[in-house]
């Protein structure tokens, strides 16, 4: 069985700050990790992923996350946050036994940025 | 090029009735997957085509769900005796192929309400 925990369904943060999204898994498998962004009304969008080696990934529009094995953590950060960067964000586990690539997704985290 | 395309963007209808929502994958993608997501949750697994067979439909919630994709492209998912509980946004997301590593990339969802 695999699960996704985001701690903090909402987090704010000023214009310029340090983004911190936490992402916890569990997985029976050894893990390939995604974060998606969701704009409002529009289809979820890959940010960023791991799957093996280096374990700092970076992603899209300055974002990055590092795989810790030993925490089973995945947490997303970006030094200075945007106000483009409102939106909700997702972390998701892949589970691929037998075909497919099952994404397991985390409930969410809704970042929100102020001046 | 064209992302994924799901139609129709909204869907309202009544308790018992049958509806069909619409998938069109970017072109050439063979692997493709239906996600449902409720409110203040992540998107849930539903069922996976590869090709044109269902590959994986253990996340169909009862057989009141169904799903097509009868050449291999636009898939479809039905829907029958519809209940309040179904009400949610329905995502398909389309990859290349199936593997892990491959990116899905997602429609922007078809909202359904059911009253």
């Known amino acids: 069985a695999q699960s996704v925990t985001q701690l903090g369904s909402h987090v704010s943060v000023s214009e310029g700050a340090l983004v911190l999204l936490r992402c916890n898994y569990s997985s029976s498998v050894p893990p390939y990790l995604f974060w998606y962004v969701q704009y409002p009304n529009q289809g979820l969008q890959l940010l960023l992923k791991y799957t093996t080696g280096a374990t700092l990934v970076k992603g899209i529009n300055g974002f990055e996350a590092e795989f810790k094995k030993s925490e089973t953590s995945f947490h997303l950060t970006k030094p200075s946050a945007h106000m483009s960067d409102a939106a909700e964000y997702f972390c998701?586990?892949?589970?691929?036994?037998?075909?497919?690539?099952?994404?397991?997704f985390g409930t969410g985290t809704q970042l929100k940025v102020e001046l | 090029g064209a992302g994924v395309s799901q139609t129709p963007s909204n869907k309202v209808t009544e308790k018992g009735k049958y509806v069909e929502l619409r998938c069109d994958p970017i072109?050439?993608?063979?692997?493709l997957y239906w996600y449902r997501q409720s409110l203040g949750q992540g998107p849930e697994f539903l069922i996976y085509f590869q090709g044109t067979g269902a590959a994986d439909d253990s996340g169909l919630p009862n057989d009141r769900f169904f799903a097509v994709r009868p050449e291999g492209s636009v898939s479809t998912l039905k829907i029958q005796r519809t209940e309040r509980g179904d009400s949610a946004v329905y995502l398909c997301?389309?990859?290349?192929?199936?593997?892990?590593?491959?990116?899905?990339?997602f429609g922007p969802g078809t909202r359904l309400t059911v009253l």
């Open positions: 072109s050439g993608h063979t692997a």
């Open positions: 997301a389309s990859s290349l192929e199936a593997s892990r590593t491959d990116t899905q990339y």
């Open positions: 998701a586990v892949s589970l691929n036994m037998g075909g497919g690539n099952k994404l397991t």
